[in-house]
């Protein structure tokens, strides 16, 4: 996979990921409302976008973490993990509406993917649900200076696991 970020690149701006489908278990929203908008989530997810980065972990890895809006106002993204010049690890993202609320999507592949739904978690934070998935069951970005602490949590074998990222914006210094 050696050199494949210049390409996922090109990919991100021509391609979406699959819409995956929202817990069945939400509330559907009968309002007919958009979600991004009728949350206060518009200023986090304006903010969200761009092309974040962070520091070189002790292994020679970076995580990047890519957003847009598409021209149907849907939120897509990228996360990889860089080791030097080869790709590592890749997921394809998106923040959209459906009836059950606003859903973030990951998939790591054609079979592999996951819908969180969106909490409510307070004026500064996105929060998404998912407690029936393995891991993470928790997405949550605050934003951090110039930049995001996003952390994906879960229980794992009956014990809690979390990861932690601490976004900066590509070019920004540490």
């Not at 996979?1 to 390409?7: A, G, I, S, T």
Request: charged content about 20%; proline content about 8%; glycine content about 8%.
């Amino acid at each position: 996979m050696r050199h494949l970020f210049p390409l996922l690149l090109l990919a991100f701006s021509c391609d979406a990921p699959n819409e995956a489908t929202p817990d069945p278990k939400a509330a559907p929203d009968t309002t007919g409302q958009n979600h991004m908008s009728t949350l206060g989530t518009e200023h986090l997810l304006a903010r969200l976008q761009g092309h974040w980065t962070t520091p070189t972990d002790s292994d020679g890895t970076v995580f990047h973490e890519l957003w847009r809006t598409d021209p149907n106002g849907r939120m897509t993204g990228i996360g990889c993990v860089l080791a030097g010049t080869d790709t590592v690890f890749i997921e394809h993202l998106a923040i959209h509406d459906t009836d059950s609320g606003l859903v973030y999507d990951v998939d790591i592949s054609e079979t592999d993917g996951a819908a969180f739904l969106l909490s409510p978690s307070g004026p500064d934070s996105l929060l998404f649900l998912n407690p029936a998935h393995d891991f993470p069951q928790r997405v949550l970005y605050v934003p951090e200076g110039d930049g995001w602490h996003a952390l994906v949590d879960g229980v794992v074998n009956g014990k809690v696991r979390e990861e932690h990222f601490h976004l900066r914006p590509l070019n920004a210094t540490p």
